[in-house]
């Protein structure tokens, strides 16, 4: 330890005296942990622990192989590919669309395209978006079984968007106004649409919801010349499904090249009704942002 002393201290004899004290204690105090310290490393001893091979303290339980819990995005994903939610059957109007001009009975009709989910909502029902859940089922189950990506070509249609997706008579009831139909096709078997039909059919044959009711699980085909497809639609109680071939029902929202499925809901088994079209249901059941 270094003192730093001014002149007048060191003139001090008593100051001095307490200096020097204080040296001598501390120098013994150090020299005394000193020995002590040294002293107990030569006292120390140290033995070996012997013991035989498998020879324990005690057993502990064999290892258990623990499944991981998925992460959170791992969670909202079917096979490879994010699962398919309500939000993906938004409305495909976008004001970014260019003016479609049809003659019709001889008049020249100009349509515009909506805005889309920007600027309305999907139906309501209880207040909250709806999309009829069985829609959504059924294309997660193709998902997960053919390991591929659903295309949503067309979910819900606004009036707006709906007529100049397709201005024809026919189209203007259409149940993709009310969450009701989807239209898709399945990457890497879009020229394959009959084997979706399959896996649409096995969704009700293999679950448990519908086991012993006949009328879901036994699909028909629809005979009458009323449908704008030439391959016979199949239905069962809840759905009807229709396959669009290459050059059929062409649209703004269909204009791919493949063959492409739709799939109408035909009945509401939370509500035990049937689904129909209505013009308020379509045009005063949705909100404008």
Known sequence: MTLFLNHRKKNNPLFLSSFVLISLCTGCSSSEESDSSLLRHQNQKGEYIYRVHNEYLFNPPPPEKVVLEP???EKSTIGNYPKITKEFFCCKGSNLNPVRVVQQNGEIIRYYDCSGAEKHSLPLRDKKEFVYPILIDLLNHIQAKTEKKVVITSGHRCPEHNTYVDPSPENQHSKHMIGAEVSFYVQGLENRPEEIVKHIQEYYRNNLKYKDQKEYVEFQRYEKEDTNVTTLPWYNKEIFIKLFKKKE???FDNRHPYPYISIQVRYDMELQ????????????NYLRR
Not at 273 to 284: F, S
């Open 273 to 284: 009704e049937k689904v129909i079209y209505t013009w308020d249901k379509a045009t005063r």
């Open 249 to 251: 029902g062409r649209s």
């Open 71 to 73: 992460y959170p995005w």
